[in-house]
């Protein structure tokens, strides 16, 4: 059961365009949405996160947007540049108790590659 | 300010054998977690440690175990290895046990059993 998931295992950009990054989930108790940067054989990074009472956050090049209604969140990076280059990870969590509670459930990842 | 750090880095174990995983949070953190990142596979929720005491648990068998010490640190115990347990395993830390804590993760502990 996905919880969480990233459909898109890839995406290319060009250096200085916008990097969209979607990832949808099914569970209703999710209220905390983080996204993490990885490299291979390193832990994550974290970069940005949202709470369920908001639709927006910003911080710097990134901004994280979150739907409710259509469970949707998305991580949007301009400009982008090579060095963004990355697997990207969503998670989420619930606060509030259940099996979900403090439990980050990451999807899949998204290969990000930004040429230059 | 220091992150989260795990010793040790690369860790090479006997199937059967038992391993052990140490984690220091970050100062002032008091929440612990531990994730498995299996080779292919995503990241893996283990176990969540808060004030010395397991809040919760992800599906893992129980020769998956581990504490939390009065200082915050922790360990994870793999007994009776197998060589589907060789994985990265990262730790993460986070400042309290509610929704909406930051969690950060520190660069894992490499685990091989031959």
């Known amino acids: 059961d996905q919880q969480v998931k990233q459909n898109s295992p890839s995406l290319s950009v060009q250096e200085g365009r916008i990097s969209i990054l979607n990832c949808d989930y099914t569970n209703s108790m999710f209220d905390y949405f983080l996204w993490y940067k990885k490299y291979p054989a390193e832990g994550p990074t974290f970069l940005i996160s949202i709470s369920s009472i908001k639709d927006k956050n910003e911080d710097g090049r990134f901004t994280v947007f979150l739907n409710k209604s259509a469970k949707h969140l998305s991580l949007h990076i301009v400009p982008s540049q090579p060095g963004d280059s990355a697997v990207y990870f969503c998670?989420?969590?619930?606060?509030?108790?259940?099996?979900?509670?403090?439990?980050?459930?990451f999807g899949q990842g998204t290969i990000l590659t930004v040429h230059p | 300010e220091a992150g989260v750090t795990q010793s040790p880095t690369h860790l090479i174990k006997t199937r059967g054998q038992q391993a052990t995983l140490r984690c220091s949070p970050i100062s002032g953190h008091t929440s612990v977690y531990w994730y498995q990142q299996a080779l292919g596979l995503g990241l893996q929720f283990l176990l969540w440690?808060?004030?010395?005491?397991?809040?919760n648990r992800g599906n893992f068998p129980p020769r998956f175990s581990g504490r939390q010490f009065p200082n915050y640190s922790s360990e994870l115990n793999v007994n009776a290895l197998e060589l589907e347990d060789s994985a990265l395993y990262l730790c993460?830390?986070?400042?309290?046990?509610?929704?909406?804590?930051?969690?950060?993760f520190g660069e894992g502990s490499w685990l091989t059993v031959v």
């Open positions: 998670a989420a969590m619930s606060g509030g108790g259940g099996t979900s509670y403090g439990k980050l459930t």
């Open positions: 993460a830390s986070s400042s309290g046990q509610t929704g909406g804590n930051t969690i950060y």
């Open positions: 440690y808060d004030e010395g005491e397991e809040r």
